[in-house]
């Protein structure tokens, strides 16, 4: 339970005991004051017993006459009568109150509960305390060097899920689905979410680009008519859009206009800092569009010098998992988990030969280039995911010198996780 729910229902529960500690009081009060008048009411008729004895006995002696006993008599029994209803009516009046009372805050407290859950913001509240905690999560495991286990994230994907059946219109929502289907490397699920935000924010030229991304990783890394389309439409919404500027170059150089593609990079480089994430790559890539013009012998060399050929194959006693996805990446040797670089394939028949470049970096050149041992892993994913899950299937070669390679590398996947 949320911290704010906590809160809330102890203050209610405050709010009731302040209400009906009082009341139980009175009501024990009451108790006693119907003991008092059981003793009144049989003091009464006691002394109306003895008044009449008296007056029966004056009638015999004839100090009064008949007329006056009866009316004596008469006034003895009103009185009598108006002692026992005046004590009644006040304990039947007071037990009834407390009682209403007692219910309706008792009532007012259950639908006050019913009425935050059903209408307010406790969903968004859990939600908000999910997602903080999967933060905190994956930014201990990066501290330790450590790969952020997928799990935590895959529980926030569910979650939201949840919450978008109940809020569809909550473009917020289907972005964070967008977002977290892209870290955990289920591009279905990023595509899903974009999409949703997308349609309920078309105006958005960030989500066309968002949109686009997504599907060109789940494509396969290619492009399509729905890619280009999303791509110009953020682009003529925002110029600068430097996502949108990436698709653009891969597109211009697909089709050998390796000036457009150029410029799209170099526009993106230059709205890009120096250190973020893509920075290097777009470079990358401005360094083989320019060796593809001949204009810059420099970056050729630079491009040519990183280039991991590897031929993955399986293991006789291991069967391919129905729609698994393929990754093949390259990182450091004991060192951070992280990929230099990595390719995602997908509906993958073996053996297969694939080249890993630049072109696929997640870093910087300079650690591409630092020219430390690398580990070839080859991971067959059955949730899609980039990060690894138990029941998975992975091979690994390493460590690897690049600087004496003369080959290709051969990985056989041959373990289950």
Known sequence: ??????????????????????????????Q?????????????????????RELDADLASDRIEEAQHGKLVAELKRNLLADQKGGGAKVVSGASSSLILAAGVILLCVFSIWL?????????????ELQAKVSDHNMAALRQGKQPDITPTLELIDTLRERIKTKPDNPQYWYLLGRYGNQVGQYDTAVEGFRGAY??????????????????????????????????RALTSDPDDTTARGLAGIEAFAAQD?????????????LTPVGASG???????????????????????????WRVPVAVSMADDLVVPPNATLFVFVREYQGSP????????????FPLSIIIDETMAMTTTDRLASGGAVEVVARLSKSGGAMAQPGDLEGRVGPVDLSELTGQIDVRIDHSL
């Open 1 to 30: 339970m949320s911290v704010l729910v906590a809160g809330a229902c102890i203050l209610l529960l405050g709010a009731a005991v302040t209400v009906l500690w009082p009341m139980w009081r009175y009501r024990a009060t009451d």
């Open 32 to 52: 006693a004051v119907v003991v008092d008048d059981s003793a009144r009411e049989a003091e009464n008729v006691a002394l109306y017993l003895e008044h009449m």
């Open 116 to 128: 935050y859950l059903a209408q307010g913001f406790s969903g968004d509240v859990l939600f908000t």
């Open 199 to 232: 349609e309920l924010a078309l105006n958005d030229p960030g989500l066309a680009s968002q949109l686009a991304q997504a599907l060109f990783f789940a494509n396969g890394n290619r492009m399509n008519s729905e890619i280009s389309f999303l791509v110009d």
């Open 258 to 270: 390796f000036r457009a593609a150029i410029e799209h990079w170099q526009r993106a480089v230059d």
């Open 279 to 305: 920075r290097e790559a777009l470079l990358a890539g401005i360094a083989r569009a320019k060796q593809e013009l001949g204009g810059d012998s420099a970056a050729a060399a630079t491009v040519k010098s």
């Open 338 to 349: 992280m990929p230099l670089a990595a390719k995602r394939l997908q509906d993958v028949k």
